[in-house]
T-cell receptor, first 116, second 113 residues
Framework: AQSVTQLGSHVSVSEGALVLLRCNYS??????LFWYVQYPNQGLQLLLK??????LVKGINGFEAEFKKSETSFHLTKPSAHMSDAAEYFC??????????????FGTGTQLKVEL | NAGVMQNPRHLVRRRGQEARLRCSPM?????VYWYRQLPEEGLKFMVY????????ESGMPKERFSAEFPKEGPSILRIQQVVRGDSAAYFC???????????FGPGTRLTVL
C-alpha cells in the first residue's frame, strides 16, 4: 500500500521568497514520485517526477524536488516565488510502471498563496 | 497533438438520473485512468483501462459506477442513479505504454441537485 502526506494545506509566501512545500510518502516498493500543479477549474499539470534516477529532480517553472529515502520525503522548492505560482500543488506516489498499471496515490494538496 | 479531451466540462443531473462522462486520450495513448476529486480533497484513483479491458478497478464504488474503453471511441465513465455525494470533479488521464507519466484532461465537474 502507498500513501502521501502533505504537511500544510495552505502555505503563504511573499513574492521573491523561497517556496517549500512538504511531502512525505509511504511505500512498500521503490516508489515513483510526482508533483502536479492545478490552477482553478483546470486539470493537473506535471511539474516534475522522480523515477529512480538522480535524486535531485528539476522541473518546469523553476521548481525542483529532492528524493530523500532515509526521510521518506520529496519536498518541492523554488528559490523565488512569483505571483503566477499561486495554485494548488499535489504530491503523488506510484509503485512504478508495472503490467498492472501505474495508478497514482495523491496527497490532499497544498494551496500556495503568493503575496506582494 | 491535442491533449486529453473530456466532455462535458460541466454536467448537472438530478438525483436518480444517469451521468455519462467521456474521455478521449491523447493520440497514441492506449492507457486511461479515471480519478475523482471530492471538494477539499485530493484525487482518488477509480479505474485503469486499456483498450477493451479493465485492468484495475479497485477504486470504483461497488454499485452504480462502471467504465469502459472500447476499441473505437472515447472511454466512458457511467454513473447510474446519481446521488448528491457523487458531486465531484472527475479527471481522466492517459499514458502511452511503458511510461510512468500520465497526462490529465481538464476534468468534468458533476453537480447533482
Amino acid at each position: 500500500a502507498q500513501s502521501v502526506t502533505q504537511l500544510g494545506s495552505h502555505v503563504s509566501v511573499s513574492e521573491g521568497a523561497l517556496v517549500l512545500l512538504r511531502c512525505n510518502y509511504s511505500s512498500s516498493v521503490p516508489p515513483y514520485l510526482f508533483w502536479y500543479v492545478q490552477y482553478p477549474n483546470q486539470g493537473l499539470q506535471l511539474l516534475l517526477k522522480y523515477t529512480s534516477a538522480a535524486t535531485l529532480v528539476k522541473g518546469i517553472n523553476g521548481f525542483e524536488a529532492e528524493f530523500k529515502k532515509s526521510e521518506t520525503s520529496f519536498h518541492l522548492t523554488k528559490p523565488s516565488a512569483h505571483m503566477s505560482d499561486a495554485a494548488e500543488y499535489f504530491c503523488a506516489v506510484s509503485p512504478g510502471f508495472t503490467g498492472g498499471g501505474n495508478k497514482l496515490t495523491f496527497g490532499t494538496g497544498t494551496q500556495l498563496k503568493v503575496e506582494l | 497533438n491535442a491533449g486529453v479531451m473530456q466532455n462535458p466540462r460541466h454536467l448537472v443531473r438530478r438525483r436518480g438520473q444517469e451521468a455519462r462522462l467521456r474521455c478521449s486520450p491523447m493520440k497514441g495513448h492506449s492507457h486511461v485512468y479515471w480519478y475523482r476529486q471530492l471538494p477539499e480533497e485530493g484525487l482518488k484513483f477509480m479505474v485503469y483501462l486499456q483498450k477493451e479491458n479493465i485492468i484495475d478497478e479497485s477504486g470504483m464504488p461497488k454499485e452504480r459506477f462502471s467504465a469502459e474503453f472500447p476499441k473505437e471511441g472515447p472511454s466512458i465513465l457511467r454513473i447510474q442513479q446519481v446521488v448528491r455525494g457523487d458531486s465531484a470533479a472527475y479527471f481522466c488521464a492517459s499514458s502511452p505504454p511503458s511510461t510512468s507519466e500520465q497526462f490529465f484532461g481538464p476534468g468534468t465537474r458533476l453537480t447533482v441537485l
